[in-house]
């Protein structure tokens, strides 16, 4: 439902006093239920109190209730029914009047997309600046207009309109000051809560060791409120008995993603776990935060985790981190990897490549952080680029993700809605959104919607290594990647800003002539950038992943003095698993890309443990130029699944000139994916101009479709894609079947395996 503007109705504030006092009629919401919905409530006013000093601007903020009801399809009459604000030190409160009821009205014209409100508020105010220990109070209503684009509690901003005079305020009678102006802004309110963070080997519950031997444990809090010390304790997991505190943090200062206000520095609430020293075989522990939130208490949160002081967690011998392995084409590699960890019997390895598309993308819903219509547009970064992610998830089969408390029978909420819902959540201020505040938000709104099961975590960028993660998250797990950039000022200042990815790019060519001993490894990425209006077009940025250290966007200038951003971490977000022995949930598989590859296994063996060096051996024949994720995974002996990661490149050679050149051959050189599901491409090679044919035969010899009839084709490297389906446009079954190749008298074929 979407609504326009029309005229405001509006009671003199003498005859509301009037009604209010004397009793008006019931309204035909008296007899019926109201429904009800928390907000948090922004304002700034302007007070004056006599014989003290000129009219001062306070700011406020705190957690107030509408009540609503619908008594026409075109009208809601609302109250507000509690209301409790305070200004930053805690000195100034403004409050509901107890006695006097605060009303308000909306009109929905059906077909109109805004509503036109009011409120007018009655408050009591404590300003023991002035008064130690009285009350104040307004005795004619606070009037406040606005136009709403949602539905009740319709978070948008409400303000006292030109030409209203001031509301004179009161204490016992006696007039001692004015209220000249009002305006606030309500959001969904969240409870405070606590998220803790441990991270761990993907895909396993075995936390990750730092080379300091430590294990870290951080802590988010959702909503806006303000801890003053995070309490960090471990037990063995199924210990009934107390906690053991290992850490008090009382800083919790935090780097805030911001395009125009310095990062700041400090780690977040954060504690580090000494497991120690000794080689033990690992032991499950419960950690838990206590975050303590003046006037509201302390909250907790636990995460139980397999701790080990050598993890099983396999790592690549001679390949580092910051470094992109480079292999040729028709040639066997022997791989080296290591499990430190203690292993009674040899456990399980396997090494396996994902070929990374050449261009990988997703349309994303644009959101303007500038347009939300909040004091906090400049600074929303995080909300903006989070409202583009769940609104991808929504448009993708996850109902009530976008309408308001997950509500489906409720209008859908515009992705500027969850910007602004967000901002709330994650708590958002004037210095902008850390990455811990936005994982902890996202969770909050998910759960506020009724998502459940969904997985939200923050991984830094370090090295070429962490840029591969990131793009395996992004292009093989159906998920969701939030980019975190960096710049530096040239005056030494950090900014920080957040982007939704929405496409990434790689290539790997090696020229043959001229020859060229290394190829071109090529990887970049393309995101709805919010801070430019949203848009997703020429943000496609080439990551310099060369001579190692931190990835950066090549030429994205995020502070107006030139130079590059670095990619310095993402925040990922991802969709629910199929619970045990039930089938995949539907949306799920919505989000998989037509050409979705799964990972090819190339090599398998054994994993000794112990820091013994071990070795895969594989063969790249099967496999085509381009830029690869390579997956060590290994299962030690207690079951546990771990692995590391790598990008990978093996050439495609281009002819230079488009001439063909020494060591090119007419072959047909393979296909990707294989096993495939729906989709596969075939690649092939021709050292001169000839006619070829590419047909494709079942197990029993049948042809079953023709992709290349015997057709002309320049020298060069050529690609063609095959959907699965016969010459008739029907899927075919899953089975075996064969690529023949003909060109230049060259007879060859391969394997392709489909798998529905």
Known sequence: MRFCQCRVFLLPALSMLMILLQGAAPSPAAAQPWDTTSVDIRAKSIIEIFGFEPPDTVNLFGPGRLRYFEPFPWEIDSEIDTCDLR???????????PLLPSIGKAYLPEHDPWIASFFDVFFELELPDYFPGETLTTQT?????????????CFDRFATPPGMPPVPIFMDGIQVGFIHYWEQEMIPHYEPEAHIIVPTSYGSWVAEVGEDGLVRVSA???????????VFSSRPCGDPGPFTVFHVDIDGSEPAYSTIHPEGSGDGWCGYFDPGSDPFEGQCVQFEVALNVPPYGWFMDTVDVWVDPVPPIPVFHDIPRDSIVYFHIDSFFDITYRLDDELVVPGISELLMFPLQVDFERALTTVDQLGLGTDLDSVSCGPSAGASCLKYFADKGYPGLDNPGGDESKPEQSPEDIARELQGAMGTDTSGTTANGMVAGIGSYLQGHGQNGWSVGYHPVDDATDLAEMFREFQSDSEDVLVLLEDTTADGDTTGHVV???????????????????????????????????????????????????????GYDLNGEGGDAKVVGYVKVSPPEAAPGSPAPAPRALLKAASRAPWIPVATGQVTGNGAVDVLHFSTAPLPGGLYLMEIVTIDDQGFQCRDIRLAGIPAYVVGDDEPGPGMKTMLRGSYPNPFNPATTIEFSLAGDARVTLVIFDVAGRRVRTLIPGVMTDAGIHKTDWDGKNDDGKQLASGVYFARFVAEGQVSARKLILLR
């Open 87 to 97: 200004n930053a030190s805690g000195r100034r409160r403004v409050r509901e009047h």
């Open 141 to 153: 209503p606070l009037h406040m207009e606005g136009m709403a684009n949602g539905w009740p509690p």
């Open 220 to 230: 988010g809090l959702s909503g806006n409120y303000e801890a003053t010390e995070a």
């Open 500 to 554: 939704t990815l929405g496409s990434t790019h790689t290539t790997y060519f090696e020229t043959i002539d001229p020859p060229s001993s290394t190829g071109t490894p090529e990887t970049g990425i393309d995101f709805m950038d919010p801070w430019g209006g949203g848009t997703q077009e020429d943000n496609n940025y080439p990551l310099d992943t060369s001579g190692g250290g931190q990835p950066s966007t090549e």
